[in-house]
């Protein structure tokens, strides 16, 4: 078999008219059975000669120029200009000497355009492309990126993203391996870019891929690439035409101020200089660009003409990769916030329109005439200031490439020249200093670190890992300093770090904890996110402490959950710890600061952003495995310890150390304070009645005082609540709903913040209680609040809140006098500990309520929850609560509640018991137990499991539901979003429990030997405007509600999402044997 092989001598090439043809910079071309619709249709004048070669032939010459190893082919390469490669997709010419390729239909084709470079790139050289045409009738634009596949063997497929075999192309907003995203938020928007905007794309010399748009480095997008690799070009929808950037055409010009400009400034001097005409009427509008980008290690300097004395402020200065050629200028750049602009305004930095940087060292409202103002951006890519000719440091780094210098003549600056300088002196150029260790220090730094943990070598990009991955530096800029452990953080193992090195210049600090995320050593893409805070993903999970707040997946869920980590100085050790019941545990300085975050996985790697002021850590910290730790752990369970908490029946720490309350001596004009201030009585009136507690309100120490005396003369009691504020501002007040910041107030049975009610129905009501009734304050874990009234949790009354928060009380009305509970030892613990501790000492003290903890049906609801066997990865205990006739009658008997917005009517599931079911966490970012609606949904034993698991609700396929459909759905066709058939709810229980719905079943409890009959049914939080409602399809009265409308009786919903499933509800009955 013979193939035929066309040969073209470069010696022979006529030179075309541009846009004529396709010229080729290699002396031969390949006829194969792909490319004659790529090269035969396109017009040459070409004197060629031509020849035949076997197969084998045909093979060995294709093989010859695939491979680069000789020395003449490398030479041959490095001396090629870089341009398009004539050998493109059917949709595409290349023009203009090969540094052009268009789309010449591109009103009808918007793919099969794509064009290779000419040649393999060099490591470190940028394959920059411009946009020279961009319509706006498809979808997508242009598509960057690198191929291994030689473009003379390439079957050219439609889009180059869809490529196989070696290709990473830079697509829509992420990444793409292999037809695979491999990053999905990359941080660039083709559809965004313009006629004259710039891309690029460059393997480095440790074979890391970076992009640019514009001149601006967009970090690494992935790692390992091979050595040889071509650019790739699509011209893919919006795309029409594009040309090579080629960079020493542009560095070749002198320097001169660029020909646009802002309105209110001149030109002159053949581009060397430029003046404001009105100096003295107008005082912006006068930003000038440099004709051309800096080169690194090129000073642009000015010396300043003329300067007015009519306006404050004076000359801007810097650098941008906006090019002047597209950009519409603003009155001041110093206002810009695009990215990649960097402004010296007085003696700050401001970078995009933000200031990020105060005090440096050069101040420019101080200049005069004649004084002289440079910058330069150094070879490591910091940028530098001059002041007649002496460098004033490094004002900020990671400065992109291709950066064009600025001057906007703000102010009391009228005019300026470029002078003759482009280098600074040999003394005053930029360098950076290495300290490089010697062979004793890396011994002992070895021998030191033989048992540490370790980071892992998947870091951001300007981390700098030492001393065998034990010491992280962040060697740039304030961002990019993400760092992860080596392995899997192990249970009740701490990580701990020390802070080695601090810079006060940047803001913010170092932020640390747990993700989900798995961190491999080969892993090939490295991370592009600035800061740990931007890290989401909806299948991973992060929990993070950053400041005092901690976050879940970027939501917050505590604040002020310690003083400031931004306090950090060198030497301070911050550790981090999984304890075994799930709990993301901070120590400070070996200080344990409680539980910040729970229910956090097994198999969690940590995660430590290096961030802001914080510029280095080394591990302290040492694995299990390690033989000294394990002899410390043996010496330390020898030694007795402590607890300095325990915790109590109700479910928080108790401080066992804690001091006593008081009543601070500052308060109300109405109040005396008794019995060594821990009594308040209000001697007159029925207001201006406001004590505050002495002290803030901690988690592990609730504050609890008892009703003393009540006053029938007057209607409504007492308000309770704690207030940021200080003793002195409450002194006066008539009322404490007159405080209106950082207030948080229970009156009657509503929650008040500042002033405003933003919660009805919350507890029982306060103006009920008799005198001996106990009331109790305490913030949980999370920071939430929660009023405890005769030893029963009321649930959380707020959430957030401040450090500190001081308990306050407001004798009110019938309410003339408190009393704060302590026990004999001046500590403060709630009824139940109180009855132990009795108990303990053989004086049981009667109490005229009983408590939750010792319900005998919460008991027996607990025996047959375990028969059921639900896992406990289900419940969250905290909603757990006891609707039994004792239980319920303790919080005031309420048979019906108002919840969601429009507020609907429902009843109280009395008799019923409820176990709290983990929530998702929109519950909290949507207020949905605030806003919507309360309903109840039936269920059988064996369909349990299964909403569980799947988190949704299963419709009732039978007679009645049919017939409610035709009031919920209608006729009309329902979107995706919506099921097929519809879930009915009900706002009246004993309505969902009954035999339709549920069905019963019989259980004998072990413990006891007796028969009871159980029923099922899920508390639900549903979505106003959802639902449907429709009257009682079952056709009896003993479900009827006097209270609840029978036509409202059924909702029916179909719409995805709308239903929020928070409560297991459980009903026993007893049955006798007969029965």
């Known amino acids: 078999m013979a193939v ?27 006829s194969r059975s792909s490319l004659p619709s790529a090269t035969s249709s396109r017009r040459r004048s070409h004197i060629i000669r031509s020849r035949h070669y076997s197969e084998s032939e045909s093979d060995s010459v294709c093989s010859d120029h695939l491979s ?238 003329k300067m007015v004395d009519r306006w404050s402020g004076s000359l801007e200065c810097g650098v941008t990769t906006l090019n002047p050629d597209n950009l ?33 060292n050069c101040d420019l409202e101080q200049i005069e005439t004649g004084s002289r103002i440079g910058m330069l951006v150094s070879s490591d890519r910091c940028l530098h200031f001059y002041l007649n000719g002496v460098d004033q440091g490094v ?126 050593e080969s892993q090939t893409i490295a991370i ?20 005092s707040t901690v976050t879940h997946n970027g939501e917050i869920i505590t604040e002020n959950y310690l003083p400031s980590l931004d306090r950090l100085e060198v030497g301070c050790k911050v550790g981090i710890k999984r304890c075994s019941d799930g709990t993301m545990h901070l120590y400070v300085n070996g200080e344990d600061l409680g539980v910040a975050a729970r229910h956090i996985p097994r198999n969690v790697f940590l995660i430590v952003d290096i961030y802001g002021s914080v510029e280095s850590v080394s591990i302290t910290s040492k694995t299990k495995n390690s033989r000294l730790q394990n002899e410390s752990h043996v010496i330390n369970e020898t030694l007795p310890v402590k607890p300095a908490f325990h915790t109590n029946e109700e479910g928080y720490d108790v401080d066992t150390k804690a001091k006593s309350y008081s009543f601070f001596t500052c308060v109300g004009r109405n109040i005396q304070l008794r019995n060594k201030d821990t009594a308040a009585c209000r001697v007159n009136g029925y207001n201006q009645a406001v004590v505050l507690v002495s002290k803030p309100l901690t988690a592990c120490s609730p504050f609890i005082f008892k009703v003393d005396k009540l006053n029938p003369k007057w209607t409504s009691s007492f308000v309770v609540g704690v207030t940021n504020q200080q003793a002195e501002s409450i002194s006066s007040l008539k009322s404490a709903l007159s405080l209106t910041k950082s207030t948080w107030l229970i009156k009657s049975n509503s929650v008040f913040h500042n002033g405003k009610k933003i919660e009805n129905n919350y507890c029982t009501d306060l103006n009920n209680l008799e005198v001996g009734s106990t009331i109790s304050l305490s913030i949980d874990n999370e920071r939430s609040l929660h009023l405890h009234i005769n030893g029963v949790d009321e649930g959380v009354a707020a959430k957030c809140m401040p450090d500190p928060c001081y308990p306050l009380i407001d004798l009110y009305g019938k309410c003339s006098q408190v009393s704060i509970v302590h026990d004999e030892d001046g500590r403060q613990f709630p009824k139940e500990d109180r009855e132990k501790a009795d108990m303990e000492n053989g004086i049981k003290e009667k109490t005229k309520v009983p408590t939750n903890t010792n319900c005998s049906y919460q008991q027996l609801c607990d025996r047959l929850r375990l028969c059921i066997s639900l896992p406990d990865e289900f419940f969250k205990s905290k909603f757990n609560k006891c609707f039994c006739d004792s239980c319920h009658s303790m919080r005031g008997g309420a048979t019906h509640k108002v919840r969601g917005s429009p507020g ?16 998702k966490p929109r519950v909290k970012s949507m207020k949905i137990f605030d806003n919507w609606n309360v309903a109840y949904n039936g269920v059988k034993i064996e369909a349990v499991r299964k909403i569980l698991d799947s988190g949704d609700l299963i419709s009732v396929a039978n007679d009645a539901v049919q017939q409610t459909v035709s009031f919920a759905a209608g006729d009309e066709k329902k979107p995706d979003r919506f099921e097929s058939v519809p879930v009915i709810l009900t706002p009246n229980l004993h309505y969902a429990s009954c035999h339709h719905f549920t069905q019963p079943v019989d259980y004998k409890d072990a413990k006891t030997g007796k028969l009871y009959q159980v029923k099922l049914a899920f508390e639900v939080c549903i979505k106003p405007g959802s639902f449907n409602v429709g009257p009682q399809t079952l056709d009896t009265n003993d479900l009827l509600d006097s209270k609840l409308n029978s036509n409202e009786m059924e909702w029916a919903t179909k719409e995805r999402g709308s239903v929020e499933i928070y409560g297991l509800l459980i009903q026993l009955t007893p049955l006798c044997k007969s029965s």
């Not at 992109?400 to 001057?407: E, R």
């Not at 890290?535 to 999970?541: I, N, P, Q, R, V």
């Not at 609907?904 to 929530?919: A, D, Q």
Request: glycine share 8%; charged share 20%.
């Open 328 to 360: 519409e200028f603003p009155s001041s750049m110093s206002d810009l916030s695009p990215p990649g602009t960097y402004i010296l305004s007085g003696c700050s930095i401001v970078q995009d329109g933000y200031m990020m940087r105060t005090r440096y």
């Open 528 to 547: 592009t996110q600035a800061t740990a805070l931007d890290l989401h993903s909806s299948t991973k999970k992060t929990w993070l402490i950053s400041g």
């Open 904 to 919: 609907k009517e429902y009843t109280v599931p009395v008799g019923w018991y409820r176990f709290g079911l983990k929530v």
């Open 395 to 520: 004002a900020c780094s990671d400065i992109p490439d291709n950066v064009y210098g600025v001057i906007d003549l703000y102010g009391a600056c009228a005019g300026v020249s470029i002078t003759g300088s482009t280098a600074p002196s040999d003394s005053q150029s930029p360098a950076s200093i290495v300290t490089v260790p010697t062979t004793q220090q890396l011994n002992e730094q070895k021998a030191a670190s033989a048992h540490r943990h370790r980071f892992s070598k998947c870091c951001g990009r300007n981390i700098l890992l030492r001393n065998e991955n034990t010491t992280a530096t962040r060697t740039k800029n304030f961002d990019h300093g993400i760092v992860y452990s080596a392995d899997p953080v192990k249970t009740d193992e701490l990580f701990e770090i020390r802070i080695d090195q601090v810079a006060r210049q940047w803001s913010g600090s170092l932020v640390m904890g747990f993700t989900t995320q798995t961190v491999s």
């Open 4 to 30: 035929k092989v066309t040969i073209v001598d470069d010696q022979d090439v006529i030179e075309e008219e541009e846009g004529a043809g396709v010229s080729s910079s290699y002396g031969f071309l390949y």
């Open 68 to 305: 680069t190893n000789t020395s003449d082919t490398q030479t041959q390469v490095s001396r090629d200009p870089l341009t398009f490669h004539p050998v493109c997709g059917r949709n595409v010419d290349v023009i203009n000497r090969n540094k052009t390729a268009r789309r010449p239909n591109a009103m009808d084709e918007f793919n099969h355009a794509v064009v290779l470079s000419n040649r393999p790139l060099l490591p470190g050289e940028w394959f920059e492309i411009r946009l020279d045409k961009v319509i706006d009738k498809w979808a997508g634009s242009v598509e960057l990126g690198v191929t291994v596949h030689d473009p003379l063997c390439l079957d050219f497929p439609s889009v180059m993203s869809n490529m196989l075999g070696g290709t990473w192309m830079m697509t829509g907003n992420g990444i793409m391996y292999n037809n695979e995203t491999v990053i999905e938020d990359y941080g660039y928007r083709p559809d965004q870019m313009k006629a004259g905007d710039r891309v690029g794309v460059m393997r480095t010399k440790d074979g890391c891929l970076l992009f640019s748009v514009n001149g601006q480095n967009l970090g690494v997008a992935a790692v390992g690439i091979p050595e040889k690799i071509y650019g790739v070009l699509d011209l893919y929808g919006q795309a029409a035409e594009a040309s090579v950037v080629q960079a020493e055409e542009t560095y070749n010009l002198d320097l001169r101020f660029h020909n646009r400009h802002g309105s209110n400034c001149v030109v002159l001097n053949e581009g060397r200089s430029v003046s404001r005409p009105h100096p003295r009427e107008e005082f912006n509008d006068a930003v000038v660009m440099t004709s051309r980008p800096l080169r690194l290690n090129e000073l642009f300097e000015v010396v300043v003409d």
